[in-house]
């Protein structure tokens, strides 16, 4: 898609005004989390990016940027409270995020305890080295002079954060493709783009041919085969850690979807990095409950359906789960020390979101407080590695 940043003067002259708003904010209790100020001059759309001005405070001095927004969201674009997709014109670092242009600002509306995605991903990064997974930002988010409520910022997931090598051919990235499905859906985002290629370019570069060998690899090869060059084609580490955190996390909207799919150069294989994990630590769907009463069914997935037949894999995946719980990484100890810290940052912004947005609206199947889906959060844990250990027993 072409950038469609605008030159009008209207754009410019928001800066002054962002500016004056931030400097006003600032100062109030609400400074402990960054304050966003976003301006269009345009309606926002689903398909095309806007122009933009965007306001804020960085190592204590207050700044405008230009960029584009739209509006973005598959089943959540539901919600009253929409998330963002936001393009800058240059690269900046945004509430002490590494550098880059692309944002997500995730409402993260279904999730009360806006924590689901960001410990998800945390407990991904801490787990290998090789674990790709968006960092995470709390904001508070105003959009032409409203107040729109507590947001997730989140890196988007794009070559460039996952360090492909752009000058091998090799290199290519794909969100959510559907190769753990036998027949080709009829369904899809875009027909252009049945994998979702999101780099290279399809139209420079069309990998189609690449990511259909792996697909029909993984659901013809013979057993020898597979045992020979399933190694080959990805990386087992990389994917036991993301098996073992779907087991983990009970996601299991993450088997068939919710991940992309890269691979950095011609010299390593496929790993996976994760997105969208609200479906999990004790809920499911549009926020069902769920304390495993619907256990995920990671079979769904050829891979993993395949590796889990295996001796070997079985042997390093229980292996990989004790040295997980050894460190100290799967535990509810650590859990609790990842909330806690999370709390500290959001609780003083709480009551503003929930006074605009509800933790009673008519999307919830529930009434819950925040501190009562902490307490599930916990409560699920505990389930959970008390399941995990006894499974990985033997």
Known sequence: MTRSFCTSPRIYKLSLFLFLVFCISYCTEQASIPEFYLKTAEELSWKEKQA????FSEDGDSLSLKGALKLRGGSSSKFFKHSFALELEDKFKLAGLPKDDDWILNANY?????????????LFREMGKKNIASECAYINLNLNENYEGLYVLMEEINGGMVKLDKGDTSAVIFKDPPIFFPEKLEYVQDTSNYYQQKFPKIYIHDKTAYIEAFGHFLYHSSDEEFDRKIGDWVDLEN??????LLLFTNNGDGILKNFYLYKKNSETPFRFAIWDYDHSFGRDGDYEYNMMDKPLNCDRAILLKRLKERHSYREQQQKRYW???KKGIFSLEHFKELVSGNDKMIRPHLKRNFEKWPVDSEWYHDDNTYEQ????????????LNQLDKRFEN
């Open 52 to 55: 933009c001005a965007l306001g």
């Open 110 to 122: 279904i999730d009360k305890t806006f924590m689901r995605h960001k410990i998800s991903y945390d």
């Open 239 to 244: 994917v036991i850690d993301w098996h073992l």
């Open 323 to 325: 040295q997980l719980r």
């Open 373 to 384: 889906e902490i307490n599930l959060m916990y409560d699920f844990v505990e389930l959970r």
